[in-house]
């Protein structure tokens, strides 16, 4: 499709369990970036790649949360040990290389819902 | 980043302009302005940005104040597909954006 891809759209887990989440961006977006919307909240930034450079981790919530990005294209958030505050919806975007000015639109995916039992 | 203050609702008639209104007195002088709407259980959707000029496109407009301290964004003529959440955001990086609570926009026929 030409919009951000994203699966499983629906995961229902139980705690302590491990999850993948993945996204597959536009193709040719070479920025790629992870946020979570938990329940009546906005958007909280977790995770960003650029290109080749090293990703942005600062908005990773604690070390069970982990994100890789293979080839440039597709990438995969994992969560080890799900907790019940977890329980969100995680969403994708991806931009093109920005302009001089460093500024873009955000693509974004449909998200995933996770709810953690 | 700078915080934002917007109103939590707002409602606007079908075909009428809706007007959002957004404080950012803190705003520092490399910030951008950015909007964007969510619309329920989909993701969130670029509307528009600007730096210190007013800016249009197909969708909005922006116009921000001389001192910068606050913007408007402008839906020339609300349909029913406008009702959401509108996130006025301001940022260096156009990644970590900080969406808050957002305005939630209701346009009734």
């Known amino acids: 499709g030409a919009g951000v891809s994203q699966s499983p759209s629906n995961k229902v887990t139980e705690k302590g369990k491990d999850v993948e989440l993945r996204c597959d961006p536009i193709?040719?977006?070479?920025?790629l970036y992870w946020y979570r919307q938990s329940l009546g909240q906005g958007l909280e930034f977790l995770i960003y790649?650029?290109?080749?450079?090293?990703?942005?981790k600062s908005g990773l919530p604690s070390d069970r949360f982990s994100a890789e990005r293979t080839g440039g294209s597709v990438s995969t958030l994992t969560i080890q040990r799900t907790q019940q505050e977890d329980s969100a919806v995680y969403l994708c975007?991806?931009?093109?290389?920005?302009?001089?000015?460093?500024?873009?639109?955000?693509?974004f995916g449909e998200g995933s819902r996770l709810t953690v039992l | 980043d700078a915080k934002t203050t917007q109103p939590p609702s707002m409602d606007c008639a079908e075909g009428r302009a809706a007007n959002l209104p957004c404080n950012h007195s803190?705003?520092?002088?490399?910030?951008?302005v950015y909007w964007y709407r969510q619309i329920h259980s989909q993701g969130p959707q670029y509307i528009i940005h600007?730096?210190?000029n007013n800016e249009t496109n197909e969708m909005a407009s922006l116009i921000i104040t001389e001192d910068r301290k606050s913007s408007t964004l402008i839906l020339p003529h609300a349909t029913l597909r406008d009702t959401a959440v509108y996130y006025c955001?301001?940022?260096?990086?156009?990644?970590?954006?900080?969406f808050g609570a957002g305005t939630t926009v209701t346009v009734r026929a």
């Open positions: 790649f650029q290109g080749n450079s090293a990703p942005d």
């Open positions: 600007g730096l210190k």
């Open positions: 975007a991806s931009s093109p290389l920005r302009f001089l000015t460093g500024v873009g639109e955000l693509f």
């Open positions: 803190t705003i520092s002088g490399n910030e951008y």
């Open positions: 955001i301001v940022s260096v990086n156009d990644y970590k954006l900080s």
């Open positions: 193709s040719g977006h070479t920025a």
